[in-house]
């Protein structure tokens, strides 16, 4: 991610406050992600150390359910910086805050919850398709 030269007067404020908010939010989730890889590796590693029958053991199947569930938020955190990514790069193209269904602005509340938005509320709830 480039940063825009703060305080720059060819950059509108209200840009540049959303690009820091999608750059905020893009260290929040990589920091995330390496809390959550370094509970993964712990988990293997605890593993590791014990001879585990996930088919008999009782604890083995908790084990398996907590491996697979930091996998799977790990996951969700790697598609979240991608979105944060395209996110910038609909900023910078001049796209950020348009719903790629309708065409129309997507209210800030959203995208203030979900910074990278890519459909209103009506489209993405399906409202699209009611439209037609």
Partial sequence: MTDDIPGDPSVPPEREAVRKRLVAEHADTSERMAALSRDFD????ANALVAV??????????TAFERAHVAALLA???EHLAELDLA???LEAGGYGRCEECGESIPAARLEVRPAATTCVGCAGG??????
């Avoid at 712990?42 to 590693?45: M, P, Q």
């Avoid at 029958?53 to 908790?62: K, L, N």
């Avoid at 409202?127 to 037609?132: H, P, T």
């Fill in 127 to 132: 409202g699209a398709e009611r439209r037609r």
């Fill in 76 to 78: 969700q955190a790697r």
């Fill in 53 to 62: 029958d996930d088919e008999h053991d009782p604890e083995g199947a908790s």
């Fill in 88 to 90: 910038v790069e609909r």
């Fill in 42 to 45: 712990a988990i293997v590693e």
